[in-house]
C-alpha cells in the first residue's frame, strides 16, 4: 500500500501519502511513528484514528501556497484567506520530531495529494536528520513546496539542500 517510501539504511525513514491513504496506513502500521498532516483550511476531512505505534501527529491548516507574497495579494480578496506555512508551523513539526525521533523509526508526511506539502517537509526533515534530501528531491512524482521546504530549514538553521 505504499505510496511513497523514502529509505536508505541507517537512517530515518520516510513515507509521503495523499490523505485518503492515511487510514489505511494506519490500519497496517507496524513501525514507531510520527504523522506530519497538511489540511486545506476550509476543506472537510474525517477524522482519522491513529495506531498505537503512532507516538505523536500534528495537523497544520496551511494552503499550498509557495511564496509568502503570491502574485497579486494585496489586489485580489480571494488571496486574503490564505494562510501560508510559518515559522510557527515549522517549530510546531521541528519540536514533534525532535522530542520523538529517538523511538520512531518512521516519519509519515500526508496532505491531499501527497506530492506538494508533504514532500517539501520530507524533503527538509531527510535533510535535517539525513543529511541528504535527494531521493524526494530527484523523485519526479513529487513537486516539493519551497515554501514548507526552505522554512523548516531555516527555523532549524540548516543551509544547503536541493532547492
Excluded at 40 to 58: A, M
Excluded at 112 to 137: E, P, Y
Aim: with cysteine; charged share 25%; net charge negative.
Amino acid at each position: 500500500m505504499k505510496f511513497l517510501m523514502v529509505e536508505q539504511a541507517g537512517q530515518m525513514k520516510f513515507e509521503i501519502l495523499p490523505y485518503h491513504l492515511v487510514q489505511e496506513f494506519e490500519n497496517k502500521a507496524s513501525e514507531k511513528h510520527i504523522v506530519i498532516g497538511f489540511r486545506t483550511p476550509k476543506s472537510r476531512y474525517q477524522e482519522i484514528e491513529y495506531s498505537p505505534n503512532c507516538v505523536g501527529h500534528i495537523e497544520l491548516w496551511v494552503h499550498d501556497i509557495e511564496r509568502t507574497k503570491p502574485v497579486g495579494w494585496e489586489s485580489s480578496s480571494s488571496m486574503r484567506d490564505i494562510v501560508l506555512f510559518s515559522r510557527d508551523d515549522a517549530k510546531k513539526i521541528l519540536d514533534l520530531v525532535d522530542k520523538h525521533k529517538n523511538e520512531i523509526e518512521l516519519i509519515v508526511c500526508q496532505c491531499d495529494a501527497g506530492i506538494s506539502r508533504s514532500s517539501g517537509a520530507a524533503a527538509a526533515l531527510s535533510f535535517i536528520l539525513n543529511g541528504d534530501d535527494s531521493l524526494i528531491m530527484n523523485n519526479t512524482r513529487l513537486w516539493p513546496n519551497r515554501l514548507i521546504y526552505n522554512t523548516l530549514l531555516a527555523v532549524a538553521g540548516t543551509t544547503g539542500g536541493g532547492v
